[in-house]
C-alpha cells in the first residue's frame, strides 16, 4: 500500500485514496459474505473452503456475486480491483522500480490462483468426490 506513495505526485496520492476506497469496498464485500454464510448454513464453527463446494447449485446468484467478488480481490482485469493494481504498476514504471515490479507480479500471481481456486470450488467441483451441502433453517 505504501508502495503508490513511492512517486510522490499528486498523481500517487491520488491512486492511494482510489486504492484504499476500493479496498475498502472489496473488503466489506468478502466480510459481508463470509458472515451471510455462517449465517445461512447455521454454523457454530469457523467458515472452511468444504462449506464452498458446489455453493453455485445452491445459491446461483449469490455464488455468482461472490466469486466476483472474489475476482475483484484478485485484480482481475474488468473488475474494480484491477485499476488499484494498474495504477500502482504505473506509478512504479515512472519511479524506475523495475525489480520491485517483478516482485509483484509474481506475489499477484501466486495470490491470484488462490483466489481462483476458490472460483473453481464455488462452481467446477463434482459432486462425487464432495460431501453435500446441506443448508439447514436455523
Known amino acids: 500500500l505504501l508502495l503508490i506513495l513511492v512517486g510522490n505526485t499528486y498523481f500517487s496520492f491520488f ?3 482510489i486504492y484504499l476506497l476500493i479496498y475498502l469496498v472489496n473488503s466489506c464485500l468478502l466480510w459481508g459474505f463470509i458472515l451471510y454464510f455462517e449465517q445461512i ?3 457454530n464453527r469457523n467458515l472452511v473452503i468444504m462449506d464452498f463446494y458446489l455453493l453455485y447449485q445452491k445459491m ?15 485484480g482481475f482485469p474488468p473488475f474494480l480491483g484491477f485499476f488499484p493494481k494498474y495504477f500502482l504498476l504505473l506509478n512504479l514504471i515512472s519511479s524506475n522500480f523495475y525489480n520491485l515490479i517483478i516482485v509483484i507480479l509474481l506475489c499477484n500471481f501466486i495470490s491470484f490462483f488462490y483466489y481462483l ?22
Open 15 to 17: 491512486v492511494y485514496f
Open 41 to 43: 448454513f447455521c454454523l
Open 60 to 74: 446461483p446468484i449469490l455464488a455468482l456475486f461472490f466469486c466476483c467478488t472474489i475476482l475483484s480481490v484478485a
Open 117 to 138: 481456486r476458490l472460483v473453481k470450488i464455488c462452481f467446477f467441483v463434482e459432486t462425487l468426490k464432495i460431501p453435500a451441502l446441506h443448508i439447514l433453517s436455523c
